[in-house]
């Protein structure tokens, strides 16, 4: 799983129907800092995140497919957290 | 999943048995911005996608998945059509 802010919203009419009624949400990784790393990724998102929200991807088809509850779904990346706090005794780099 | 835009059709004649009737469009990969990200490639396209098209599409297994006949060889696949984005309070 991996830490990501959600940046953004996509809006869908003409899709697979598997993604009916799941919010697509574009995403930008962070690493341990909360800093931006890597390239933005469309999610989907299954427990109602907003943009803005510090967010847990699991970015792995086997698990998406349990958590939609679809075994054929062709769904890899899923939110399946919204993050309230991180912990570490890591210092911010500043 | 990734954002890219349709760029053209690719035809071919002699493909894979089960490909057949599949149609395959050339794609740009795009980032959050619209701006290009990346060479272009090639997805199936089961929801009939038109030329710049904003899309967004997956690779690797769940791309077969994403075809009527999932037990075939493809590695992206376009999931839909983009009608608007939002990011931040932005609306495109």
Known sequence: MILAKVIGQVVSTVKLKVFKGFKLLIVQPLDADEKPKGKSMLVVDTVQAGIGDVVLVIDEGNSARIVIGDALAPIRSVIVGIVDEIQTDRKKEK | ?92
């Open chain 2, 1 to 92: 999943m990734k954002l890219g835009r349709v760029i053209g059709t690719v035809v071919c004649n002699q493909k894979v048995d089960s490909l057949m009737g599949v149609k395959l469009l050339l794609i740009q990969p795009l980032d959050e911005n619209l701006n290009d990200d990346g060479m272009p490639v090639v997805g199936c396209d089961p929801v009939q996608a038109g030329l710049n098209d904003v899309v967004f599409y997956e690779g690797g297994r769940e791309a077969a998945l994403g075809l009527t006949n999932w037990f075939n060889p493809s590695d992206l696949t376009i999931m839909g059509i983009v009608d608007t984005l939002h990011i931040g309070e932005e609306h495109r």
